[in-house]
C-alpha cells in the first residue's frame, strides 16, 4: 500500500526496456531464500559434495545465470533477511550483533520502505510463505505490548534479568490476539509460516495471528526453545507444509489479473533437522543430507508449480541462502561420507570467513536471462531491492535502500560488471567487519587481516604487512560507508 512510508509518487510510464526484456514489463518474481546452505552446499559447485545431490538448484543454474561472487548481508539469519527486504545493511539498525530471539520485537522500522511495499505500490499480489525472523509486537490480554521491554539479546538461555525478562513476556502474551510489526504491516497482503522453527509459538501463522491456540508446553525432547505448542506439531511436517502452501499460492495466484511476488524464505536446512518421512534414509548420509535434498526438492516443486499454471515463462525467479552452512552439520561426520563443504571456502555460518556469508545466488527468467551464464561481479541479497526497482522503472527515494545496486545490467547481459556497485560490507555474528574490493578482503575489526582471494580463497595468508596501503584505503572506505549512512550511488 501507499502510505507515509513510501514517500515518492510512481508513475506508470511506458518505456522501452532493453530488447531482452521487451515482452514482459512486469514479470510475476519468485525468491527462494533457503536456510544456513553454504555455496559449496550445491552439488553443481562442488565436485566433492558425495550423496549431497541437488539436482533442481542445479537446474536453476543451467537453465539462468549463477553468481559466483555473492554475499549475505551478514553470515547469520536476521540480519540478512532485513538486508534483503530493504536494501539496507542491518548494522545500520539497533541490531549490532547476532540474531532475534523469541518474542523479538520487529526490527524493520514502521517507515521504513520494503521491495513488497514498492511492488505492492506497482499492482503486484505479494506473498510470504516461510521464515519471518524479524520480530512482532505481541499483546497481553488488555492489549498492551507485551514484549516491548525485551531486550534485543534477551533469550530463555541467558542467565539473570534476561531469562526473566522473557518469562515474563510468556506468562502475559494473549496468543489469540492478532501481532502487529511483521509481514502485513510491511507490504505483504499474506503470510503463512512458523516464524522461526525452533522457537516459540509452535503453530501456524496466517497472517498476523495463530492459526490455532498453542495449548501445551512444547516437550522437553523436541528441539528448540520452550514455550507454548499447537498440540501435535511435528517439525517433520514443516517442509512439506510450506512447499504444499507455497505450491498453492503460486497456483492461485497465477489466475489473477495481475502479476505476484512471492517471497519463499524456507526453514531449512537450519535446525531443527527434521526432515520428513518421504526423505528419511534418502542419502544413507544421515539425516542433515536428507534435509539438504528434501530442500532441493522444494525447490522442485516451486519450478513444477510455476509450470503447471503457466506462469513459468512470465517469472523472474531467485535462489539464495540467507548464510553458510551451520557447524550443526558435522563437518567430519559429513567428509566420513565423502561431502567436503569446505572444497571452495573456509569457514562456516556465523564466522567472517567466506564459508559464512559466500552464498549461492541464481537467477533464471526464460528468454530474457542467458541460460547457463555466469557472473562474477561481488554482489550482495541487499542489491535485490534496487534490481526489482530498476525493472519496473521506478525511482528510488534517497532515504530507502541505502545498500542497494541493481543488477538487471549483468542479468540483460548488458554489463559484465557494474562500475557503480560500492564495495561489499561482510558482517558475522558478533558484530566483526569485512570488506571487499576486487580480489580484496579486508577483516577490518580487533586486528586487521587482508587476503587475496584470487590467490588464497581459503585465508589461509594474512599479506596485510606486503600491502598496507590497500588495507588503508579500503578501511578509509568502510569507514565512510559507516559515517555516511549509505554505501549506495544515486544518480
Not at 505476484?260 to 526453514?267: N, V
Amino acid at each position: 500500500m501507499i502510505n507515509t512510508r513510501i514517500q515518492f509518487v510512481i508513475t506508470l510510464v511506458a518505456v522501452l526496456l532493453p530488447s531482452a526484456l521487451l515482452s514482459a514489463e512486469k514479470p510475476n518474481i519468485v525468491f527462494i531464500l533457503a536456510d544456513d546452505m553454504s555455496y559449496d552446499s550445491v552439488s553443481a559447485y562442488n565436485p566433492q559434495i558425495g550423496p549431497m545431490k541437488t539436482p533442481h538448484i542445479d537446474r536453476l543454474i543451467r537453465e539462468g545465470m549463477s553468481f559466483t561472487d555473492a554475499h549475505s548481508g551478514s553470515s547469520v539469519c536476521t540480519p540478512t533477511r532485513y538486508g534483503l527486504l530493504t536494501g539496507r545493511y542491518c548494522w545500520r539498525t539497533r541490531l549490532k550483533s547476532s540474531v532475534l530471539w523469541e518474542w523479538g520485537p520487529p526490527l524493520i522500522e514502521p517507515e521504513r520502505l520494503t521491495v513488497a511495499e514498492l511492488l505492492q505500490a506497482e499492482g503486484y499480489k505479494t506473498g510470504i510463505v516461510g521464515k519471518w525472523h524479524l520480530g512482532w509486537d505481541w499483546y497481553d490480554a488488555e492489549g498492551n505490548v507485551a514484549n516491548g521491554d525485551l531486550e534485543l539479546s534477551d533469550s530463555f538461555f541467558k542467565k539473570g534479568a534476561a531469562g526473566e525478562r522473557i518469562r515474563a513476556v510468556e506468562e502475559k502474551i494473549d496468543l489469540t490476539r492478532p501481532m502487529t510489526g511483521g509481514p502485513t504491516d510491511h507490504g505483504f497482503e499474506n503470510y503463512f509460516g512458523d516464524d522461526v522453527p525452533n522457537f516459540p509459538p509452535y503453530g501456524w501463522i496466517q497472517n498476523d495471528r495463530l492459526e490455532s491456540d498453542p495449548s501445551e508446553m512444547k516437550p522437553d525432547e523436541m528441539f528448540g526453545h520452550p514455550g507454548p505448542m499447537v498440540p501435535g506439531w511435528s517439525l517433520e511436517s514443516v517442509l512439506p507444509t510450506l512447499a504444499e502452501e507455497a505450491a498453492a499460492w503460486i497456483r492461485g495466484s497465477s489466475q489473477e489479473d495481475r502479476p505476484f511476488f512471492l517471497y519463499l524464505p524456507l526453514t531449512s536446512p537450519h535446525t531443527p533437522i527434521a526432515p520428513s518421512e518421504e526423505f528419511q534414509g534418502r542419502s544413507g548420509a544421515g539425516d542433515y543430507v536428507d534435509f539438504v535434498i528434501e530442500t532441493d526438492a522444494v525447490v522442485g516443486r516451486v519450478l513444477q508449480a510455476l509450470e503447471e499454471s503457466g506462469a513459468a515463462d512470465e517469472t523472474l525467479l531467485f535462489f539464495s541462502t540467507d548464510n553458510g552452512t551451520s557447524g550443526v552439520a558435522d563437518f567430519p561426520q559429513l567428509e566420513s561420507h565423502g561431502i567436503d563443504l569446505h572444497y571452495h571456502y573456509r569457514g562456516h555460518k556465523a564466522q567472517i570467513h567466506e564459508g559464512g556469508h559466500r552464498v549461492p545466488f541464481i537467477v533464471k527468467w526464460p528468454d530474457r536471462i542467458e541460460a547457463r551464464s555466469t557472473c562474477d561481479e561481488t554482489i550482495c541479497l541487499n542489491d535485490f531491492m534496487a534490481t526489482i526497482a530498476d525493472l519496473l522503472d521506478v525511482p528510488l527515494p534517497n532515504d530507502s535502500a541505502e545498500d542497494s545496486t541493481s543488477l538487471l545490467p549483468l542479468l540483460t547481459g548488458e554489463k559484465i560488471e557494474l562500475s557503480d556497485h560500492p564495495m561489499v560490507v561482510n558482517h558475522d555474528i558478533g558484530g566483526t567487519f569485512a570488506i571487499r574490493d576486487g580480489a580484496w578482503k579486508l577483516v577490518a575489526s580487533g586486528t586487521p587481516s587482508l587476503y587475496n582471494l584470487e590467490e588464497d580463497p581459503k585465508e589461509t595468508q594474512n599479506v596485510i604487512g606486503e600491502h598496507p596501503e590497500q588495507a588503508a584505503e579500503m578501511r578509509a572506505v568502510l569507514d565512510r560507508y559507516k559515517n555516511e549512512g549509505r554505501s549506495a550511488q544515486r544518480l
